[in-house]
């Protein structure tokens, strides 16, 4: 599995952005896809992800982030409105298919 990410920028507080992550190779809906995001000194954390048993958010992004799953064209999109500085970070996109795979992560910069 290849995980192709795409999006990102800078954007001003306030503002939206949306990444998209394409999946090649054997995938199923069920096999969960999301992402996450590392922000400058700290740990990789889950953003939203995408599963067979529904979608998990993290707790900062929830009302203002929405992901969403074409099974079809194994691509996974992160809408992300009223942006924040906090929000800055490299985002990752994340499948997993027996085991885990990761994108190249695509940085996201909010400014204040």
């Known amino acids: 599995v290849q995980l192709q990410a795409s999006g990102g920028g800078l954007v001003q507080a306030g503002g939206s952005l949306s990444l998209s992550c394409a999946a090649s190779g054997t995938i199923f809906g069920f096999n969960p896809m999301g992402w996450y995001r590392q922000a400058a000194g700290k740990q990789r954390e889950l953003v939203a992800m995408?599963?067979?048993?529904?979608?998990t958010y993290a707790d900062s992004v929830k009302g203002r982030f929405s992901i969403s799953r074409d099974r079809a064209k194994n691509t996974v999109t992160l809408q992300m409105n009223s942006l924040k500085p906090e929000d800055t970070a490299v985002y990752y996109c994340?499948?997993?298919?027996?085991?885990?795979?990761w994108g190249k992560g695509t940085l996201v910069t909010v400014s204040s």
């Open positions: 994340k499948a997993t298919v027996a085991r885990y795979y």
């Open positions: 995408n599963s067979g048993r529904g979608t």
